[in-house]
């Protein structure tokens, strides 16, 4: 490859034994730049990969002095190996795993009755996400918000019961035979974290730094006094904050440089793109690359279209085969699946045991509170979908979908597609403009605020082309307050 101005200087300043943070836009090269960084050098490295499938294409393009890994086989080959019969264990419902540490009883909070089944799920998950975090010790931080009980009195009753029986799950975990709570991958890179590794390398190159969660940065930021670091990444696309992952390279130590020559799309896609950066309050601006001619405008046939929500793609999965579509949905439709269950579940009088709806006895509970509770305004597109075509309906869509690799059209939320691009992507209309906020003063002249998660999705979002982006749900930017001018149309 022939580096660019930017590319060149960080390999410049990596030769010099400097810390590094790469900004790296939407398709700019990020992980050619570290191979390039590789080759300048002889030392051992390492590169720690967002996943397996980013870690194995890795590995053919980085030298040989160069180990491309994901955190967890790290962990897995220092300590996880020990809990491989543990893995393997059978499946085991929640609940039961709940009787065993002691959570034999239902917990009455307000007007609600939290059963055993919800306790017992709500400490399993108080443990994942207390694995997710560097934080020594699980407290009440960690517990699950339940829909039903956001109120924080309500909560703080919550995970002052859980927390007890979540530190009884974790001292289980320890243990290297078979016991009480099934074991899995987080498991073991977490007890890994907590011996403050050291790796043995010097250098290392982390892949997705904006979506890092804490306990790998953690390791990673504890490895500086004996290995140089370099982090990539795009602080713009961090979209997964709600699931704890953080944007570790905004506050890293060490000399920051940009990335800002995409080579997936053309000036036109990037001027758009920058539009959404824009109202981000990013710094990064992308320039496109001029033998790309990248066109927006409508595509009747699109290779991918982009979804806001789950609920999103399968109401475009549903229309799609309709239209006698062969349709692949990313991330495979097990989600969804379960999604319609529950609501089938509700509907038909039964409690639902889904995270998501496990407090609602009735599905006209459920409508109640989508309808009219602040909290549950997310819940109404999967409410209305349900009422308009039925579970059975949902569940057969599911059951229809075939492989990407055979598909006409993929279909993909716009957080699942986060890494991957197509010729041509369409923006599914569940990218609404922002709707004034229900509570508080606001004018009713004044054009609500878009918020900046929102904006940093919707860049990922518009990203994904190549060569045509029918921006349909997004195209109401071109009326947002504080926008830059549209591209000229082409």
């Not at 009883?105 to 007007?111: D, E, V």
């Amino acid at each position: 490859m022939n580096p660019t101005d930017e590319q060149t200087a960080a390999a410049d300043a990596f030769t010099a034994g400097e810390h590094l943070a790469l900004r790296a836009g939407a398709g700019t090269g990020k992980t050619s730049t570290l191979a390039l960084l590789a080759h300048t050098t002889k030392s051992r490295g390492r590169y720690l990969a967002y996943n397996r499938a980013i870690a194995a294409d890795a590995q053919t393009r980085f030298p040989a002095t160069v180990a491309c890994k994901t955190a967890h086989s790290l962990a897995f080959a220092a300590l996880g190996h020990r809990y491989t019969r543990r893995l393997n264990a059978p499946r085991r419902p929640a609940w039961l795993t709940g009787q065993a540490l002691g959570l034999t009883k239902p917990l009455r909070i307000g007007t609600r009755e939290v059963s055993q089944r919800a306790l017992s799920n709500a400490a399993l998950r108080t443990v994942a996400r207390y694995c997710h975090t560097a934080d020594v010790d699980i407290s009440r931080c960690h517990v699950p918000r339940l829909r039903g009980l956001e109120e924080p009195g309500y909560h703080a009753e919550l995970a002052d019961h859980l927390v007890p029986f979540a530190r009884r799950a974790w001292i289980d975990l320890q243990h290297v035979d078979d016991s009480a709570v099934r074991f899995d991958h987080d498991h073991y890179l977490k007890i890994w974290a907590l011996t403050r590794p050291r790796i043995d390398a010097d250098y290392l190159l982390l892949d997705e730094a904006q979506d890092t969660n804490p306990v790998v940065e953690q390791v990673f930021l504890d490895q500086r006094e004996h290995a140089q670091l370099v982090m990539v990444g795009d602080s713009a696309q961090a979209i997964y904050h709600w699931r704890g992952a953080k944007d570790v390279m905004t506050g890293f130590d060490g000399r920051h440089f940009s990335l800002t020559q995409s080579f997936r799309f053309g000036p036109h896609l990037a001027a758009e793109a920058n539009r959404w950066l824009d109202l981000a309050g990013a710094a990064l601006r992308l320039t496109g690359t001029e033998a790309i001619s990248t066109e927006l405008g409508p595509v009747q046939r699109p290779d991918a279209v982009l979804c806001r929500t789950n609920v999103g793609a399968m109401a475009q999965v549903m229309q799609l085969m309709s239209a006698g579509h062969r349709v692949g949905l990313v991330g495979g439709g097990q989600g969804l699946h379960l999604l319609a269950r529950a609501a089938q579940d509700l509907k038909e009088g039964r409690r639902t045991h889904h995270p998501e709806l496990v407090l609602f006895t009735t599905w006209g509970d459920l409508q109640d509170y989508a309808t009219h509770d602040p909290g549950g305004c997310d819940l109404q597109p999967l409410v209305d979908l349900v009422d308009t075509h039925g579970p059975d309906a949902i569940l057969s869509a599911v059951a229809g979908l075939v492989p990407e690799n055979t598909a006409d059209i993929t279909v993909s939320t716009a957080h699942k597609a986060k890494g991957r691009e197509w010729a041509s992507v369409r923006i599914a209309d569940d990218f609404g403009p922002p709707t004034p906020p229900a509570d508080g003063p606001h004018h009713p002249d004044a054009p609500p605020a878009i918020d900046d998660a929102e904006a940093r999705l919707a860049y990922v979002a518009v990203t994904r082309t190549r060569t045509r982006l029918d921006r349909g749900g997004l195209s109401w930017i071109d009326h947002a307050p504080d926008s830059t001018p549209p591209p000229r149309p082409r």
